[in-house]
C-alpha cells in the first residue's frame, strides 16, 4: 500500500519517486562507483601471485581469496545492472522494484562484509602469524603477495562502504513510500499494522 505524497518527499519538496534528475543522477553514480572498485579488486587479487626460493603461492590456494574473487565479481555485475536501471525515468516507482533493491542491496552488503572480513583473518595469520601452533608469518617470505591481497582487500572495504550507503538508501526509499504490510486478525475481522506505528 502506497503512503500519501507529503510523507516521501525530502526536505526540499522533491520526491524520491518523481523521478528527480539530480537525485536519480546521484543514486545511479553511487551504485556505479563499486564497479570500477570492484574490478579493481578482482584483478589484484587475480594477479596475486609470487614465486621465490620458499616455493609458490596464489589467491587460488587459498579460499578466502576466492571468495573474495567471487564477491567483487557478483557485485560488480550487480552494480552495473542496478545502476541501469535506477537511471531509467520510473524505474523505482513499482513497490516489487523498490523490494528487489532493498533486498538486493541488502544481501550484496553483507556478501562483500563477508568476503572482506574472511580475507582479513587470513591477512592478519600471514602477517602476525600464530605462535600457538607454531605458525610463522608468511611476510617475510612472501612480503608482495601480502601486499597486493592488503590492497583487494582495504578497496574491498571502500566498496562494502558503498553498498552501506546504498542500503541505506533503499531502505529509506523502501520503509517511507509503503505503508507496512497488514494482518488481518481472523477473529476480530480487523486489519492491524505488522510494524508497530
Known sequence: MEKSDDHHKTSNGVSWEDGSTGIRTAETMLRLAPVGLCLAALVIMLKDSQDNEFGSISYSNLSAFRYLVHANGICAGYSLLSAAISAMPGSSSTMPRVWTFFCLDQILTYVVLAAGAVSTEVLYLAYKGDDAITWSDARSSFGSFCHRATASVIITFVVVCFYVVLSLISSY?????????????????????????
Request: hydrophobic content about 45%; overall charge neutral.
Open 173 to 197: 526509499k523502501l520503509f517511507t513510500r509503503f505503508d507496512p504490510p497488514a494482518i488481518a486478525d481472523s477473529n476480530k475481522n480487523v486489519e492491524v499494522a505488522a510494524f508497530g506505528s
